[in-house]
């Protein structure tokens, strides 16, 4: 019986993940992506550390995903296909062996991206996958049957006719690695409805006093639980000229965007109760206003950033009380204005809408063409979360592919 011609467009995790399901599964199997090299995404997401995925409860893993309309079914459904615990074995099969950090983050050994892709990619060859890289994807098309794609190469426009495709090309976050979210175009040509992609995991603007980053640019603010909602994060933010950056706030992106005017909340002393920082106040009430906030930097052991910014909030008033001070450290406001560009984002949200897939992630407008990885409207936090996702992405469609 003839092998089944697969396309592969995106030689990242989503679509290097398909392409091994498929070829192991039978099917021919050709990766095109438009970069010199595969998992350029993957690599600069592992240079400090690859946090492949996150050993938490699984059931409280499964609620880090967020999306409009995401089908939560299907989605659960999905990375139960290929969870955290398969995806430490399918290291381990290529004799990369992982741990469990204290975060519940999980990292190779070796810490590094570049092993196991290298071993990755040598295993893929020597399953006789193809790859063509340089070939970008221009456009693509469902005909009788028959997926047509057309590329542009180092030797001009060329076209391929396959009988599937897999299109894993990625958000619109890193456009150096190649996740540039041009693919938008082709589907509005198409008539496919996307939600447009927008920046997550990424730091906020806010417009600080210029007196803050005299004294905080650049410091962190550590210990501390930040609130957008009915969600909190602890961990720590840095002060930056254009706003806030840190895990927090990342993994607080979607809560933030849900309310009607982006904000956030910070309790500097979450450790502390509102009575038992006023009772360190307690010989301190009758001191002037800027003797109070300086007692309550030291009865209260707050960092340079914290008292710069509960200094900026305090010292314009004539009647600061120590209720007010303790109001403001344990319920501080900053309203945000905007999230960084989606370039410097660690990854975005948006994306193909559900709506337009089937339950095997098949295109409903052009069939015959699926799709995988980030590029689906889904968005998650960093911790290992995102990785997860489109391993699971790709294995859910090589399976569907070959089926």
């Known amino acids: 019986m003839k092998k089944?011609?697969?396309?592969?467009?995106?030689?990242?995790?989503?679509?290097?993940?398909?392409?091994?399901?498929?070829?192991?599964?039978?099917?021919?199997?050709?990766?095109?992506?438009s970069k010199p090299s595969s998992g350029r995404k993957f690599l600069v997401a592992g240079k400090s550390g690859l946090n492949l995925t996150n050993y938490e409860p699984w059931d409280s893993f499964l609620q880090k995903y967020h999306g409009p309309n995401l089908p939560q079914k299907l989605w659960n459904k999905?990375?139960?296909?290929?969870?955290?615990?398969?995806?430490?074995?399918?290291?381990?099969?290529?004799?990369?062996?992982?741990?469990?950090?204290?975060?519940?983050?999980?990292?190779?050994?070796?810490?590094k991206a570049a092993p196991l892709l290298r071993r990755w990619i040598e295993k893929l060859r020597k399953l006789e996958v193809t790859f063509h890289f340089n070939h970008q994807c221009i456009n693509f098309n469902s005909i009788n049957n028959n997926v047509v794609l057309t590329f542009f190469s180092p030797v001009g426009n060329v076209t391929k006719h396959v009988d599937t495709a897999v299109l894993a090309l990625g958000g619109g976050s890193w456009r150096n690695t190649g996740s540039t979210g041009d693919w938008v175009n082709i589907f509005n040509h198409h008539n496919i409805t996307t939600t447009p992609l927008t920046s997550a995991n990424c730091g906020w603007h806010t417009l600080w006093n210029p007196n803050i980053l005299i004294e905080a640019e650049g410091l962190p603010l550590k210990n501390i639980i930040v609130s957008a909602g009915d969600q909190s994060i602890g961990g720590e933010l840095?002060?930056?000229?254009?706003?806030?950056?840190?895990?927090?706030?990342?993994?607080?992106?979607?809560?933030?965007?849900?309310?009607?005017?982006?904000?956030?909340?910070?309790?500097?002393?979450?450790?502390?109760?509102?009575?038992?920082?006023?009772?360190?106040?307690?010989?301190?009430?009758?001191?002037?206003?800027?003797?109070?906030?300086?007692?309550?930097?030291?009865?209260?052991?707050?960092?340079?950033?914290?008292?710069?910014?509960?200094?900026?909030r305090f010292i314009p008033e004539e009647n600061i009380t120590v209720q007010k001070l303790t109001q403001a450290i344990k319920n501080f406001p900053i309203t945000l204005t905007k999230p960084r560009p989606i370039d410097e984002a660690i990854s975005s949200a948006g994306g193909v809408q559900w709506s337009e897939l089937d339950n095997s992630l098949m295109l409903k407008k052009l069939p015959h063409i699926y799709c995988a990885g980030e590029m689906l409207?889904?968005?998650?936090?960093?911790?290992?979360?995102?990785?997860?996702?489109?391993?699971?992405?790709?294995?859910?469609?090589?399976?569907?592919?070959?089926?």
């Open 377 to 403: 409207d889904w968005e998650a936090p960093t911790g290992g979360y995102l990785l997860q996702a489109c391993f699971a992405t790709g294995s859910w469609v090589g399976r569907a592919i070959t089926n």
């Open 4 to 33: 089944k011609n697969i396309a592969i467009i995106g030689a990242g995790p989503a679509g290097l993940r398909a392409a091994e399901v498929a070829v192991k599964a039978g099917a021919s199997v050709t990766v095109y992506d």
């Open 238 to 312: 840095v002060i930056t000229k254009y706003g806030l950056e840190g895990g927090p706030i990342y993994k607080l992106g979607a809560a933030i965007k849900a309310l009607p005017s982006p904000s956030i909340t910070i309790d500097f002393k979450p450790n502390h109760t509102a009575e038992q920082l006023i009772a360190k106040m307690e010989s301190a009430r009758e001191t002037t206003k800027g003797n109070l906030i300086k007692e309550a930097r030291t009865r209260w052991k707050l960092n340079t950033a914290a008292h710069t910014l509960l200094h900026d």
């Open 78 to 111: 999905i990375l139960n296909n290929f969870d955290n615990q398969a995806l430490r074995q399918w290291a381990h099969d290529l004799s990369i062996e992982t741990f469990v950090a204290s975060s519940n983050k999980v990292f190779p050994t070796e810490m």
